[in-house]
């Protein structure tokens, strides 16, 4: 056979990547070494306590019950893999991932942190610029140590903008480039797969993931944006109780004008109407249904008129 009808190993080709991959991870330690000490990767992922739980969130029936069965496949682990025998169809069970997509400030990123504090456990955030590197070499170094960190400290390991680490992989390589995409595209598959933890994804743009992670990420979860009940039910949780004039709002009528909104611009119209409240003489500091339905035509109108819509 030529060279040019000459068939690839896929995990041979994998392999070659990984190995090429680590020989530069030596080198850049190398060049890291002669000049100022480097700071272990692993000191760049930070744990902390996660900021929501899902008493804070407003979700679509749809959303919860299928956060219901992500909960109940973790707490009911030994019962589903161990008597239930599931670990004899899936031996590599142990790891938990769950991709949260669906529009712009819908909330995925608070499902994330939602689930750290359901589960009791601290959460570390990566996102795209934390793990890329212009070093050769480096964002599969960084992405291991992000793993290997919420496997030491027990986190959940939350990748935000996951489509950024998730796309899919470059079938002609061309330039140093694409082969740096394929070669974190393969740890990242290899991590996930020997990982034990909870790992969760949030992505706007979830069209863009590579077929292999769609596969090996058991539940994909829209977080929608919100009916006009919901709309309702998110700016009863955004006008807390010490907001003055609060109790004389409607409700439906708040719901009805923010049709098309979702919760992340919601709050932004909260945030602008109590602001131009508050600038007002302390006798006059209520806020009345007219302030924020204004507000709300000021989010409509920067969300068709800056950037793209949606």
């Excluded at 949780?237 to 919760?263: E, F, H, I, N, Y």
Aim: hydrophobic fraction near 45%.
């Amino acid at each position: 056979m030529s060279a040019l009808g000459k068939r690839i190993d896929p995990a041979k080709s994998i392999a070659r990547l990984e190995g090429r991959a680590l020989s530069d991870e030596a080198k850049v330690a190398s060049s890291h070494a002669k000049g100022e000490e480097a700071m272990s990767p692993l000191d760049s992922f930070q744990v902390r306590k996660p900021l929501w739980s899902f008493h804070s969130i407003v979700l679509s029936s749809q959303s919860r019950r299928e956060i219901d069965v992500l909960l109940s496949r973790i707490r009911n682990h030994k019962l589903l893999y161990e008597e239930w025998g599931l670990k004899a169809i899936d031996p590599r069970g142990l790891a938990v991932a769950v991709n949260f997509y669906g529009l712009p400030g819908t909330g995925k990123t608070m499902c994330a942190e939602a689930l750290a504090a359901e589960l009791e456990k601290g959460i570390i955030e990566v996102n795209y610029a934390e793990i890329e590197s212009k070093y050769v070499g480096e964002t599969p170094k960084n992405i291991r140590a992000a793993f290997r960190k919420a496997d030491e400290t027990g986190s959940v390991l939350f990748f935000d903008e996951a489509d950024s680490v998730l796309g899919k992989r470059m079938s002609n390589v061309t330039q140093a480039a694409d082969h740096g995409v394929n070669v974190s595209r393969s740890v990242m598959l290899k991590q996930l797969d020997a990982f034990t933890g909870v790992v969760v994804f949030a992505t706007n743009l979830a069209k863009n993931f590579d077929g292999a992670f769609v596969r090996r990420i058991l539940q994909h979860i829209e977080v929608p944006p919100p009916d006009e009940e919901g709309r309702a039910a998110i700016w009863r949780k955004m006008l807390l109780p010490g907001v003055p004039g609060r109790d004389s709002l409607d409700w439906t009528v708040l719901a009805q004008s923010s049709d098309g909104l979702v919760g992340g611009e919601i709050k932004n119209a909260v945030i602008l109407a109590l602001s131009d409240v508050a600038n007002r003489e302390t006798t006059e500091r209520i806020v009345r249904l007219e302030d924020l339905v204004h507000a709300v035509d000021v989010v409509r109108r920067a969300k068709m008129d800056v950037g793209e819509v949606g």
